[in-house]
């Protein structure tokens, strides 16, 4: 019966060869992550803001509402607290998407300064990357192509 060879000996050779630096990756990693953790600050701070403003938006209605929504002594006072009410509410609206805006817009702001940054990085770590790997791969391949001695 034929035995099976094992390749584990020429296997390890070859990897030996041609060594990989785990560092890069290592750091890709570590840069990915931090990253992620300023793009989710940003998020984070973001809906913080957004929830606070939506939140003083809604009490200021529920205010207002509970103003309206007293007994008058004339008829032509509910038509004045709803007349009253509509116009606080169109002013307070626009304020409040004014706010969002804001909000929205250092958001996007942030976000770009961000991507160019990464993008910068990223570049580089990959121009660094690449040329580490040339010189390791060119001098593996001189390795394994001269003469043995």
Known sequence: MAK?????ATLKDMMGAFPVDTK???GSFKNQAELGEKFSSLAL????????????WTSETLAKLGDMSK??????DYAKA??????????VASENLAAFAEVAKKV???????????????????STAVKKA???????????????K
Do not use: R
């Not at 099976?4 to 584990?8: K, L, N, R, V």
């Not at 007994?71 to 032509?76: F, N, Q, R, S």
């Open 24 to 26: 890069a990756f290592e």
């Open 45 to 56: 701070d973001a809906a913080e803001k957004s929830a606070a403003i939506s939140t003083k």
């Open 134 to 148: 040339t010189e390791d791969m060119t001098a593996a391949a001189k390795k394994a192509t001269a003469p043995a």
């Open 108 to 126: 996007q702001l942030e976000t770009v300064e961000l991507m160019m940054a990464a993008g910068k990085s990223a570049s580089e770590e990959a």
């Open 82 to 91: 709803i007349t009253d009410f509509a116009s606080a509410q169109a002013e």
């Open 4 to 8: 099976a060879q094992d390749f584990t």
């Open 71 to 76: 007994a008058k002594a004339e008829p032509a």
